[in-house]
């Protein structure tokens, strides 16, 4: 069973940055993509970034390219979302998934994702 941890949310003002990082259980972290998501209340969860097994190949939204980037680590079974220039509407629960490929081809489909934390709050103030 795999088991992900996200940690690093928090409230922080329009313009500032926060580091979300997404622990994993298990020795099969590098094998897999690894994704985000974020849902704000009363809307849908929706894709936020997502890199392959190796980190070498990204994904992100529109509303987040230039501002989050994704990375990871998995000599320590980690994967990061970097995010600056935050605004109010990235307010949600952000939640790390593992994608059931290495590669993020369908990365941008939740269904695809095998594994997902308990999320952490971010919450951005204007």
């Known amino acids: 069973q795999v088991q992900l941890v996200e940690s690093g949310g928090g409230l922080v003002q329009a313009g500032g940055s926060l580091r979300l990082s997404c622990a994993a259980s298990?020795?099969?972290?590098?094998?897999?993509?690894m994704g985000w998501f974020r849902q704000a209340p009363g809307k849908e969860r929706e894709f936020v970034a997502a890199?392959?097994?190796?980190?070498?190949?990204?994904d992100y939204a529109d509303s987040v390219k230039g501002r989050f980037t994704i990375s990871r680590d998995n000599a320590k079974n980690t994967v990061y979302l970097q995010m600056n220039s935050l605004k109010p509407e990235d307010t949600a629960v952000y939640y790390c998934?593992?994608?059931?490929?290495?590669?993020?081809?369908?990365?941008?489909?939740?269904?695809?994702?095998?594994?997902w934390g308990q999320g952490t709050q971010v919450t951005v103030s204007s």
């Open positions: 998934a593992r994608s059931s490929w290495n590669t993020v081809v369908r990365g941008r489909d939740a269904l695809q994702y095998s594994y």
């Open positions: 890199a392959s097994w190796s980190g070498g190949t990204t």
């Open positions: 298990g020795r099969t972290f590098s094998r897999y993509a």
